[in-house]
């Protein structure tokens, strides 16, 4: 009965840990996205305003 019940805790706590892992890893994904784009909004603009020079 004890092993059972350790079986299962472990077993919930992988599944919970992979979860976070992966919700972890889709936020961080996020976050690059933004940075990127305002990265690559801030390069056309200076662009924009070098070529109005």
């Given at each position: 009965?004890?092993?059972?019940?350790?079986?299962?805790?472990?077993?919930?706590?992988?599944?919970?840990?992979?979860?976070?892992g992966f919700a972890s890893?889709?936020?961080?994904?996020?976050?690059?996205?933004?940075?990127f784009e305002q990265h690559?909004?801030?390069?056309?603009?200076?662009?924009?305003?070098?070529?109005?020079?």
């Open positions: 009965m004890k092993r059972r019940i350790a079986i299962v805790l472990l077993t919930l706590g992988t599944i919970g840990g992979y979860a976070a890893l889709r936020c961080h994904s996020q976050h690059k996205r933004q940075a690559v909004a801030k390069v056309c603009v200076d662009a924009a305003r070098d070529a109005t020079k």
